[in-house]
């Protein structure tokens, strides 16, 4: 009974004990539930954070496979937050952009600790730069299980690096390259210079880096003066400027502008930049240019042009001859004295004043007009005005040239004349006169070229006469024919047949001369055409050509029969030479064994060379081919092949020496020998 007593009890105690825990555990499930709903709303509150962020949030697991991505990520691809779940780095960046990614989330989940990395983002139309940041999300174990990543967009600041690199490397580069020397000077001592320093003053940067700037100036004084002044003109204006002359390593001494410019303009004891410019070439170039100054007023003097200097207000305050000329005055005062409206013809001195008001109110004129003036002694001269702003003893002027263009203005008065005489010329001539554009569109037409296609001037004026032609392709060869003139060869003349009526359908032949005009650049403006009708010399030229082929015909029966008449020669020859070997020779040989005298014999001897030579056929192929040869000249020649000298020949044929000479000349010129080193009887003894 106790022992059911004590287990009473105990149970007892035991069924409150568990209803204390049974009241524990409804409080604890309670608190449980309020946990849950705070949790609940901080998560709302931290996604609503993540999901309005301005920068870039995504969570992804140990795989690299997107959980969670806020609007910011989804909206720089362009896609939706959706799109990316269950995706993955290499899903969305090509392989070396999601293992870099990869890399950096292994990391995460293999320390347990925040990492930082700078990452790319390559889109189709720009590149974007994060610095992302992963942190590691971990269970109530401490283990790692997501990888929550906040990026920050610094493209802005990339491209500003960038940006900010290439300016330094543009600086660098200017420095290097600059033709001026630039450095930095403190208190007067140089700290450091660019290459084009060193080079300026030949100097290498060990020698004067570090140096007092006196060691480059001619003299002390001029390195007061000059520091002087550039330090005077900073506290002035803020930079200094002075032209002076520096010395060289080697001695020599060239002319330079220095400009300095405070680096703070509070303290000058931070130092200065200098520049340094050889301005040797500005100063030869002022010389120079004084020089051309007193050239250029000489030359004014001693122009053929009229030329005036005026103020703005119209004031002359320098004429030179020419113009004092034209006017017919004497002198400058003369020209000022007079007044204006004598110097113009009333027509030119309205137009003069027009000008003048628009000049006044600060309207366009022509710097480029002409001019009527009456000169004095009442002539009326024509001048052409050139007017433009000058340099004229440091102001601004007005130079004013004036070319005397009366006789010009005389002789354009006889060009219009005469161009009315050709064009009554070319109404009037019977050949057919035309100017055409490059595609051949007529421009004007005479009345014969009217006339030939039985058209009125307005029926044929802008046509094209190319369509007059037959076909196609001779349309083609006569546009290639004029096209192909240049202005070194503006001159073609050509001929082709054309359609002359559209009704009959005739067809005739023409002769065109064409002459092309050309443009200042050198291509065709226009052509100009002279043409006429050939059809009856072609009709003639078929009938000569059907008579020529003709005659051919009888020229070979001629041929042949010359033929025959050559051989019938050479025969006849033939017997000549055998009857001189055979009756002539030998009775020769006879006279010459009868003891003659010397003269006698010598006479002889010439006798039997001619025959000899007539026997051996060489007066034959003398004469053959050089038929023009004179008796006396065929003798000279004869004794020439003998080898008889000048003063024999003389003798023998009973003439001069000098007029063998002169046979002897005329000889080597019908042989051809007059330019050449060529012996005259060795040239004869070759003819066989």
């Not at 330094?168 to 580069?173: A, C, F, I, P, V």
């Not at 007059?468 to 392709?473: G, T």
């Not at 359609?499 to 403006?525: C, L, M, P």
């Not at 065929?634 to 003063?647: C, D, F, M, N, W």
Request: hydrophobic content about 35%; glycine content about 4%; proline content about 3%.
């Amino acid at each position: 009974m106790k022992d059911k007593s004590k287990t009473k009890q105990v149970l007892i105690q035991e069924l409150a004990s568990l209803r204390q825990k049974f009241a524990e555990l409804e409080q604890s499930e309670s608190e449980h539930k309020n946990v849950e709903e705070a949790l609940r709303g901080s998560e709302l509150k931290y996604r609503s954070l993540i999901e309005h962020s301005s920068d870039v949030v995504f969570c992804v697991d140990q795989n690299g496979e997107y959980k969670f991505v806020n609007q910011v990520f989804a909206s720089t691809f362009g896609k939706t937050p959706d799109y990316f779940l269950g995706k993955t780095f290499w899903d969305i960046y090509p392989k070396e952009h999601a293992d870099h990614r990869q890399a950096a989330s292994s990391r995460v989940f293999a320390t347990g600790e925040s990492q930082s990395v700078e990452v790319v983002v390559p889109l189709p139309d720009k590149t974007l730069y994060y610095i992302a940041k992963a942190n590691p999300v971990k269970d109530e174990t401490g283990k790692v299980v997501l990888n929550l990543t906040h990026a920050i967009d610094i493209t802005e600041r990339k491209r500003a690096e960038e940006r900010l690199v290439q300016l330094e490397k543009l600086h660098r580069t200017i420095l290097s390259t600059s033709p001026v020397g630039i450095g930095r000077v403190v208190n007067r001592i140089l700290d450091w210079a660019n290459d084009a320093m060193y080079r300026l003053v030949q100097y290498d940067p060990q020698e004067l880096t570090g140096k007092d700037g006196r060691i480059l100036y001619v003299d002390d004084e001029e390195y007061e003066r000059t520091g002087r002044v550039l330090y005077q003109n900073v506290k002035e204006t803020g930079f200094g400027e002075v032209e002076t002359r520096l010395r060289r390593k080697d001695g020599s001494v060239f002319d330079c502008m220095v400009r300095i410019s405070p680096i703070d303009p509070n303290d000058l004891e931070k130092g200065v930049i200098v520049v340094i410019i050889n301005i040797t070439e500005r100063k030869q170039a002022e010389n120079a240019l004084r020089e051309s100054e007193e050239n250029f007023r000489r030359s004014l003097d001693e122009s053929p042009l009229g030329v005036r200097i005026v103020t703005v207000e119209g004031e002359t305050i320098y004429a030179n001859r020419a113009i004092l000329d034209i006017y017919g005055y004497d002198s400058l005062e003369e020209l000022k004295t007079t007044p204006i409206e004598n110097r113009y013809t009333p027509e030119s001195f309205s137009e003069h004043q027009i000008r003048r008001e628009k000049r006044k109110r600060g309207d366009d004129v022509s710097p480029e007009y002409e001019i009527s003036i009456v000169k004095k002694g009442a002539e009326v001269r024509y001048l052409q005005v050139f007017r433009k702003k000058i340099l004229w003893d440091g102001e601004i002027q007005w130079q004013v040239i004036y070319l005397d263009i009366t006789e010009q203005k005389r002789m354009q008065k006889s060009l219009q004349e005469a161009e009315k005489h050709y064009k009554r010329l070319a109404e009037d001539m019977p050949a057919f006169i035309c100017t055409f554009l490059p595609d051949s569109t007529l421009t004007y037409v005479n009345p014969a070229y009217c006339e030939i296609f039985q058209k009125h001037t307005d029926d044929l004026v802008g046509q094209k006469f190319l369509d007059f032609l037959p076909n196609e392709a001779d349309r083609e060869n006569v546009r290639r024919q004029y096209m192909s003139l240049t202005p070194e060869n503006p001159v073609k003349t050509y001929e082709h047949d054309v359609i002359i009526s559209d009704v009959t359908n005739q067809y005739h032949w023409h002769r065109w001369t064409d002459r092309a005009f050309f443009k200042d650049n050198g291509e065709i403006d226009h052509f100009q055409s002279i043409g006429q009708d050939i059809t009856d010399r072609k009709q003639a030229d078929e009938q000569l050509r059907l008579k020529t082929e003709n005659l051919e015909e009888v020229n070979t029966a001629l041929k042949v029969l010359l033929r025959q008449l050559e051989e019938s020669k050479m025969e006849l020859i033939g017997t000549m030479l055998s009857n001189i070997r055979e009756l002539v020779l030998p009775h020769i040989h006879k006279l010459k064994d009868s003891s003659p005298s010397a003269h006698h014999i010598s006479l002889l001897n010439i006798v039997e060379t001619n025959l000899d030579n007539i026997a051996s056929s060489f007066l034959h192929q003398l004469k053959f081919k050089y038929y023009n040869l004179t008796p006396r000249e065929i003798e000279v020649a004869t004794l020439v092949k003998e080898g008889r000298s000048i003063k024999e020949i003389g003798a023998l044929l009973n003439i001069s020496i000098s007029t063998v000479q002169f046979h002897r000349i005329s000889l080597r010129e019908k042989l051809g020998l007059k330019d050449r080193k060529n012996n005259l009887r060795s040239y004869l003894l070759s003819l066989h």
